[in-house]
Nanobody, 118 residues
Framework: QVQLVESGGGLVQAGGSLRLSCAAS????????MGWYRQAPGKQRELVAG???????NYADSVKGRFTISRDLAKKMVYLQMNSLKPEDTAVYYC????????????WGQGTLVTVSS
């Protein structure tokens, strides 16, 4: 069974930084892409940052220049460095990994709360 566990969320003041981590465990050997999503209260879940199998990255316009996604495939981990945080970044952050196992599959983490105070 494949599981993702996020960590690193918490309370931070505006302008501060946090680093989120997501660790994958289980039978996940051929990772396709990895991404971070977030969902604020009353809003839909949105893509924050993604990194493809080949290493290409993409970011939501609202976080470009402030957030950086990275990964360590050997450790099956994906990270999100968040700098210059704003109150509007407050949300539950989820990681998602797609991988190949008799077809393309996806798995989500349980989420970690990030709260940015003004």
């Amino acid at each position: 069974q494949v599981q993702l566990v996020e960590s690193g969320g918490g309370l931070v003041q505006a302008g501060g930084s946090l680093r989120l981590s997501c660790a994958a465990s289980g039978s996940i050997f051929s990772i396709n892409d990895m991404g971070w999503y977030r969902q604020a209260p009353g809003k839909q879940r949105e893509l924050v940052a993604g990194i493809t199998r080949s290493g290409g990255t993409n970011y939501a316009d609202s976080v470009k220049g402030r957030f950086t996604i990275s990964r360590d495939l050997a450790k099956k981990m994906v990270y999100l460095q968040m700098n210059s945080l704003k109150p509007e970044d407050t949300a539950v952050y989820y990681c998602k990994i797609t991988y190949y196992l008799y077809g393309l599959r996806e798995v989500w983490g349980q989420g970690t709360l990030v709260t940015v105070s003004s």
